[in-house]
C-alpha cells in the first residue's frame, strides 16, 4: 500500500529486469573518512549512477544505501552491475579506501504504478513496484558477498547468451552455479548464479541469510537425520491413508505448459516441424493440460528479441517463455534412432530452474511414428494426474485426426507457422499443399477457411469450411466444435454467437472461442455481456495477449470507460498490434483530445489501408473537413484494388466528408454509386458477405436521406427485397426501420415512425436508431421522448466511434451526429437536432 488514498495511477503488470545493489559498509565509511569527504564521495557517486543509468537505460524506482532499478532488457541491468562495479573501484581508491557493492538480479512480473503529486509531496516514491519478482531479487542481494553479483537461474539464462551484445564489458566474464536455495516468501527452491569480471577481486562463498538457505538433501543436514525415524514411522502409520497414488510432478488441472522446439537427431528431415505439430495436436486434446499456443510463443519470443526459428531450440529461451506466461512445465521433445527405430521423447522440465522432472519415450514401430507421439503424449498426461478414463475419452489417435501423411503434416505445420506471423498468403500456400497430399486432411481445410477468412475472402472460405465439415470425423473433438461454429459464423452470423459462448463455456482456458464470443457480442451491441469476456482474454498471459487488449479497449471505449481503454489499447499497440493505435486514437478523439489523437495517427504505417477511415472520421470531429477529405479521397482510391467489404468500406466516409463541407452532389454521386455496386454478383454469397454489403447499402441510403434524396433509398429496399437468400440479421432489420422511420418523418408522419423504431429503443440500440427517433420525437411533438434520445446521444461518444457495421463505414456520420447534440437541452427550444449541412431537416 502506498497511502495514496486512490489518487495514484492505476496498475500495470510488465515483465522486467530488477536490478538491487547496496554499498558494503557505507555507516563505517562515514565514520572513518568524515561527513564533509563522505558528502563528497556520495556526490561523485551519484554521478556516476546517473551516467550508467543513461548509458544503461535503467529506470531508478529507489535509493539509500543502495538502488533498485528496473530494465526491461535484462543484458542492461547486467551491464549497469559490471559497469558499478568496476566504477567503484577508482572511486576508493581515490580516498585510500575499498569501495564494493553486492548485487541481486532477477527477471520476472511486476506492477507499476506512479503515485500522485500530493503522495510524492508527503514522502512516497514517484513510482511503485510490487510483485513476487522483488523480494527474489533482494533476496539475491542479500546472499551476496561484497563485490559479487548474483542471478536467479532466469537472469542466467537470458543475459548468458546475449553476454556477447556488451561489447568489451562482456571480455573475460567468468560464470558459477552456487546450487539451489531456499528463500523466505517464495515457494519453490531456484538456482543461483554469479557473474565475475575480468580482473574484479574474487567473492568467498554465498553468505546465509535468516531469509535464504542452501537446498540440501536430508542427509547433508544433521539435524534433520535426527528426525528422520519419527518422519518415517508416520509414513509408515499414514499410508493406509493414502487412496491413490499422487502424481510425482506437482501439476493442477487446466495449468499451462510451453513446448520447446524439436530437437530433431534421427537425421531425417521430414520429421521437422511435423513432430512438433503432431505432438501439440495430441496434448492439446487434453482439457486437464493447457499448451501455450503457437502465437503467443512468437510474439514472447519478440519482445524477447528472438527469432522465431520452429519453435523455441534453446533451453534456455524456451524457459524464459515458460517464465513470461505463467507456465508450470515446460515440454522439450527429441527424436533420436535407436537400432533402427525412431524414438520420441520428452523431458519435463522445471522453467524457474532447468531441473529436469522426468523423460517420457516411445520408441516407433516402422511407419508408426505417430502412434509413438501419441503414447508419450498419454503418459505424461498420467504423469501429470490426468484420470485414465479422461485420457481415453478426450483422445482420438494422431493418424485419425491429422493425417498419415508425414508429408502432407509437416506441410500443415509450416502453414501454422506463417499464421502465426501473420502472412496468410504463404500460411494458404502450404495449407493447399496439405490437402493435395492428403484430401482428407480436415485441420489444413480449417487453416484455409481461416487464412480467406483473414483475407475478407469469404466466399473461398465457405468452400474450404464446407471441405473441413466434410472430413470432420478427422477433427479432434474441440476442432469439431470449432467448425460448427465457424459455419454458422459465415452462414448465419446471428446464431454463431450462441455456439461461441457454449464453446467457450466448455473449453474457458481455448481463448480463441472466448474472443469470438466477445467479438460477436461486441458486433450486436451486447457490450456488457462482451466485457467479462473480453477481459478474460485480456488477462491471460498465454494467448491472444494483443488482440485481447484491442478488443478489450474498443468495448472499455463504447462503454465510456475512457481511462480503461485507453490503457488497454496502450498495452495493445505495445506488442506492435498497430490496429490498437488506431482505436487509442479514437480515445483521444472522444474526450476532444485531438492533439494525442492526431500524434497516435502519425505513429500507423502509412500504407495501412484501414487507418483512413479513422483519420476521416477524427478530422470531421476536428473540424478538419480539408483532411477529411483527402483521408477518405485516398482511401478510395486504394480500395480499387480491393475485395470483399474492403471494396466498399470508403465510399461512406467520402461521402460524409462531401456532405459536411457542402459538395452534396458529390455525396449524392458516391451513396448511389454503392448503393448499385454493393448487390452485383450478391445472390448465393455467404451470409456474412451479403450482411456486409446490404448493410454498406442502408448506410448509403441514410446519407441520401440526410440530402433529402428518397431515390437511393427507394431503389436499396427494393434491391434487398429481391434477394431471394437474405440472411435473417438483427442489423439489417434495425437499419431498414431507420430507412422507414426517415422516409415517413420526411412524409410528415412522425408517429409511425416512432412506432416502427420502438422495437430497437433498448440496450443494443445502434446511433443512427437513436438520431432517427430524436428527429422523429421532435417532429411528434413528444418532448418526454426527445429527451430521453437526447440524453442517450449525448453520453455516447465513445460508441461513436466505436461500434461496428460495415467495418466502421458509419463512424463519421455517428460523431458528428453525436456533436452536434452536445450541450443542447431537454427543452423544445434549444435543442439543435442532428443534421448535416445541406439536409433537408
Not at 460448427?484 to 480463441?512: G, K, N
Not at 429503443?761 to 434520445?789: C, M, N, P, Y
Request: aromatic content about 6%; some cysteine.
Amino acid at each position: 500500500m502506498n497511502g495514496d488514498n486512490g489518487t495514484s495511477a492505476p496498475h500495470n503488470q510488465q515483465l522486467r529486469a530488477l536490478l538491487f545493489t547496496d554499498l558494503c559498509d557505507s555507516l563505517l565509511l562515514v565514520e572513518r573518512i568524515g561527513d564533509v569527504a563522505a558528502a563528497e564521495l556520495f556526490q561523485e557517486h551519484d554521478r556516476l549512477v546517473l551516467a550508467l543509468q543513461q548509458r544503461w537505460n535503467g529506470q531508478l524506482i529507489d535509493r539509500s544505501d543502495g538502488l533498485f532499478m528496473l530494465f526491461e532488457r535484462p543484458i542492461d541491468a547486467l551491464g549497469f552491475a559490471l559497469d558499478y562495479q568496476r566504477g567503484l573501484q577508482p572511486l576508493g581508491q581515490a580516498r585510500d579506501i575499498r569501495l564494493q557493492a553486492r548485487a541481486g538480479l532477477h527477471v520476472g512480473d511486476v506492477l507499476t504504478w506512479e503515485n500522485s503529486a500530493e503522495a510524492v509531496r508527503a514522502g512516497a516514491k514517484a513510482i511503485e513496484v510490487e510483485g513476487l519478482a522483488k523480494p527474489m531479487a533482494a533476496r539475491l542481494m542479500q546472499l551476496a558477498r561484497p563485490g559479487q553479483i548474483l542471478l536467479s537461474a532466469v537472469a542466467e539464462s537470458i543475459v548468458r547468451r546475449s553476454s556477447a551484445s556488451l561489447g568489451a564489458t562482456a571480455d573475460g566474464l567468468q560464470w558459477r552455479s552456487f546450487g539451489r536455495w531456499r528463500f523466505k516468501g517464495i515457494s519453490q527452491p531456484a538456482e543461483v548464479f554469479g557473474v565475475q569480471a575480468a580482473g574484479m577481486p574474487t567473492p568467498g562463498r554465498l553468505r546465509h541469510t535468516a531469509k535464504a538457505r542452501r537446498d540440501l538433501p536430508t542427509w547433508r543436514r544433521p539435524l534433520a537425520m535426527a528426525a528422520q525415524a519419527a518422519v518415517l514411522l508416520a509414513a509408515v502409520l499414514g499410508v493406509w491413508l493414502l487412496t491413490r497414488p499422487q502424481p510425482a510432478i506437482a501439476f493442477a488441472e487446466r495449468d499451462w505448459v510451453v513446448l520447446g522446439g524439436l530437437h530433431n537427431l534421427t537425421g531425417n528431415p521430414l520429421l521437422d516441424d511435423a513432430l512438433d505439430q503432431a505432438f501439440r495436436i495430441s496434448l492439446e486434446q487434453s482439457r486437464y493440460v493447457n499448451v501455450v499456443s503457437d502465437d503467443r510463443v512468437g510474439r514472447t519470443l519478440e519482445m524477447m528479441r528472438k527469432p522465431l526459428d520452429g519453435g523455441i531450440r534453446e533451453r534456455g529461451d524456451a524457459a524464459a517463455v515458460a517464465v513470461r506466461t505463467g507456465a508450470r512445465l515446460l515440454f522439450v521433445p527429441s527424436a533420436t534412432d535407436v537400432g533402427g527405430r525412431t524414438r520420441f521423447s520428452v523431458e519435463v522440465v522445471e522453467p524457474s530452474t532447468l531441473r529436469t522432472l522426468a523423460v517420457v519415450s516411445a520408441d516407433a514401430k516402422a511407419g508408426a511414428v505417430l502412434a509413438a507421439v501419441d503414447d508419450v503424449s498419454h503418459q505424461l498426461r498420467d504423469r501429470l494426474g490426468e484420470e485414465q478414463a479422461l485420457i481415453q475419452r478426450d483422445s482420438q489417435t494422431l493418424p485419425e485426426v491429422t493425417t498419415g501423411s508425414m508429408d502432407a503434416l509437416r506441410a500443415f505445420a509450416l502453414g501454422q507457422k506463417r499464421y502465426v506471423r501473420g502472412d496468410y498468403k504463404g500460411a494458404l500456400a502450404f495449407y493447399q499443399q496439405a490437402t493435395e497430399i492428403d484430401p482428407e486432411f480436415a485441420l489444413a481445410w480449417l487453416g484455409q477457411t481461416r487464412s480467406h477468412f483473414a483475407g475478407t475472402d469469404f466466399a473461398a472460405a465457405a468452400t474450404s469450411l464446407a471441405k473441413a465439415r466434410e472430413w470432420a470425423a478427422h477433427l479432434p473433438t474441440r476442432e469439431a466444435l470449432y467448425v460448427r461454429a465457424w459455419s454458422l459464423q459465415i452462414d448465419d452470423p446471428d446464431q454463431a454467437t450462441d455456439s461461441w459462448l457454449r464453446m467457450a463455456e466448455m473449453y474457458p482456458d481455448y481463448l480463441a472461442a472466448t474472443n469470438n464470443a466477445a467479438m460477436n457480442l461486441y458486433n450486436e451491441n451486447r457490450f456488457a455481456e462482451a466485457l467479462p469476456l473480453a477481459q478474460r482474454v485480456a488477462s491471460s498471459r498465454v494467448d491472444l495477449l494483443a488482440i485481447g487488449q484491442d478488443q478489450y479497449g474498443r468495448i472499455l471505449l463504447a462503454l465510456g470507460r475512457y481511462d480503461d481503454a485507453d490503457r488497454a489499447l496502450a498495452l495493445a499497440a505495445s506488442t506492435g498490434w498497430e490496429g490498437a493505435l488506431m482505436r487509442q486514437a479514437t480515445v483521444a478523439a472522444a474526450r476532444a483530445d485531438y492533439r494525442k489523437a492526431e500524434q497516435l495517427l502519425q505513429r500507423i504505417d502509412p500504407g495501412n489501408y484501414h487507418a483512413d477511415i479513422f483519420r476521416t472520421a477524427i478530422a470531421l470531429d476536428s473540424g478538419r473537413i480539408d483532411v477529411a477529405l483527402a483521408s477518405a479521397e485516398r482511401g478510395m482510391q486504394r480500395s480499387l484494388g480491393k475485395s470483399g467489404i474492403d471494396r466498399y468500406v470508403y465510399y461512406l466516409p467520402l461521402a460524409v466528408a462531401h456532405l459536411q463541407s457542402g459538395q452534396g452532389q458529390s455525396a449524392i454521386a458516391l451513396v448511389e454509386e454503392v448503393g448499385r455496386v454493393a448487390f452485383v454478383d450478391i445472390e448465393g454469397r455467404p451470409a456474412v458477405d451479403i450482411v456486409d454489403r446490404v448493410v454498406t447499402a442502408q448506410a448509403a441510403a441514410l446519407v441520401g436521406l440526410r440530402l433529402g434524396n428518397t431515390k437511393v433509398a427507394a431503389q436499396v429496399q427494393a434491391r434487398i427485397a429481391a434477394i431471394r437468400s437474405l440472411p435473417d440479421s438483427v442489423m439489417i432489420k434495425e437499419f431498414d426501420a431507420v430507412i422507414r422511420a426517415e422516409r415517413l418523418r420526411g412524409e410528415n408522419r412522425p408517429a409511425e415512425a416512432l412506432e416502427i423504431l420502438q422495437p430497437f429503443l433498448g440496450e443494443r440500440s445502434r446511433v443512427q436508431t437513436r438520431v432517427a427517433a430524436l428527429q422523429a420525437a421532435r417532429a411528434a411533438g413528444d418532448e418526454s421522448l426527445a429527451g430521453q434520445q437526447l440524453r442517450w446521444l449525448q453520453s455516447r461518444q465513445g460508441l461513436a466511434y466505436a461500434e461496428l457495421e460495415c467495418a466502421f463505414c458509419l463512424q463519421g456520420l455517428n460523431i458528428l451526429d453525436i456533436r452536434s447534440v452536445e450541450g443542447a437541452t431537454d427543452t423544445r427550444g434549444p435543442v439543435k437536432a442532428p443534421v448535416m449541412p445541406g439536409t433537408a431537416g
